[in-house]
């Protein structure tokens, strides 16, 4: 396993994230077996990686229950372990967003859910646009001061609203944001008009959710046919990616799969990897096999005409409905 410093802290953290979204009873193509679960769950830790993301929202607890029953016995000192806070919890009335209130108390819940006595990497998991940004950063403030919370992030916002927290935080000698989590991907580099020069800029450690577009980049879907499996049969968010553009990404990462005897998967995992702005992808494998596949993006290198040949297809434009689910 590689490992690297998240964003410009002294934290090191493998080259994979291991996303924990796939964990749970939600969605018909998530693992409903709990004990399947923990099994890829333990082979990661086992393989090297020690950064595991999750959220308060993911199956309404059960990822992150999961999650702690899976670490058990693990050494804590080297988990990095995160998770979210947005979403709704419950019905009525404070059951989502970012006050002090909600954010305090759904800190408590996740640790308890998590079997943990501190959170790595707290992040807000989207923008509240309620709440006073000074509201949040404060309670995120107070997590860090009493212990429960180590560092914070954030994750799919506009980098004027990212931005406005850092200048905040900075202004008030808040915690600073360190992470940023965005979808980012070989089609989906809508983030490159966005929110990643501003990370680059200030030093924020980023961790692309959806590094392989839902599946689309694993070779999992093919032109014309109307998808019957995998997240696609259930997911109108994933329409968006079949263009002719997207269509010819996966062409390119095919071939480059072919040349280097390599899995698609590892070819837009290694592309990713390639990025100088990119920390960590939370890759999100549902079995031990797709874990393995996964793996092997880190023995993948590609060299500056297959970067070129791969990125050519689409040009990055910021779309602020793009992302939001």
Known sequence: MEYTRLGKTGLEVSRLCLGCMNFGTEQPWMVHDREEGIAVIRRALDAGVNFLDTANVYSNGESEEIVGEAIEGYDREELVVATKVYGRMREGPN?????????????????????????????????????????????????VETGKVRYVGASTMAAWQFMKALHVSELEGY???????????????????????????????????????????????????????????????????????????????????????ASPTQVSLAWLLHREVVDAPIVGPRTIEHLEDNLGALDVELTDDDLARLEEPITPVWNPEIGDT
């Open 95 to 143: 059951g989502r967003g970012l006050s002090r209130k909600h954010i305090v108390e759904q800190a408590n819940a996740s640790l308890d859910r998590l079997g943990l006595d501190y959170i790595d990497l707290y992040q807000i998991h989207r923008w509240d646009e309620h709440t006073p940004i000074e509201e949040t950063l404060s309670a995120l403030d107070h997590l």
């Open 175 to 261: 915690e600073r944001f360190v992470t940023m989590q965005a979808e980012y991907n070989l089609v989906d580099r809508h983030e490159e008009a966005n929110v990643l020069p501003l990370c680059r800029d200030q030093d924020v450690g980023v961790i692309p959710w959806s590094p392989l577009a839902g599946g689309f980049l694993a070779g999992k879907y093919e032109r014309g046919e109307a998808p019957d499996h995998g997240r696609a049969a259930h997911d109108e968010f994933m329409e968006k990616r079949f263009t002719d553009e997207s269509w010819a990404v996966l062409d390119a990462v095919r071939e480059i799969a072919e040349r280097e005897d």
